[in-house]
């Protein structure tokens, strides 16, 4: 069984960096996905794909994976970019 190690990007709706430290350990769906004739719902019997277990670092979600002998795929998360800019530059006129 393979699991996805990541950090999530922070929320729209988020302005701050609270909680953003974190880290989710997901598994990779395994079996199809089938569109239920009934209801025309999408689902799968596949528990699995629906446990998203949080972490407070990389290290111990890895750590996790390796001790239930899981493959993981471990990605990084992007470097922030901080643009500095002064107040002034809203009102200077750009030709």
């Given amino acids: 069984m393979t699991v996805r190690i990541y950090q999530p990007a922070k929320s729209t709706n988020q302005s701050g960096r609270a909680n953003s430290g974190r ?9 199809r996905r089938e569109i239920d004739g009934l209801m025309g719902w999408t689902g799968s019997a596949d528990t699995q794909s629906q446990v998203r277990l949080k972490f407070p670092g990389r290290a111990e979600a890895v750590a996790f ?31």
């Avoid at 880290?23 to 079996?31: A, F, I, M, N, S």
């Fill in 65 to 95: 994976a390796e001790k239930r002998g899981l493959d993981y795929d471990l990605e990084e998360p992007q470097a922030r970019r901080v643009r500095p800019k002064s107040y002034t530059d809203n009102f200077t006129r750009k030709v």
């Fill in 23 to 31: 880290w989710l350990l997901e598994y990779e769906q395994d079996g």
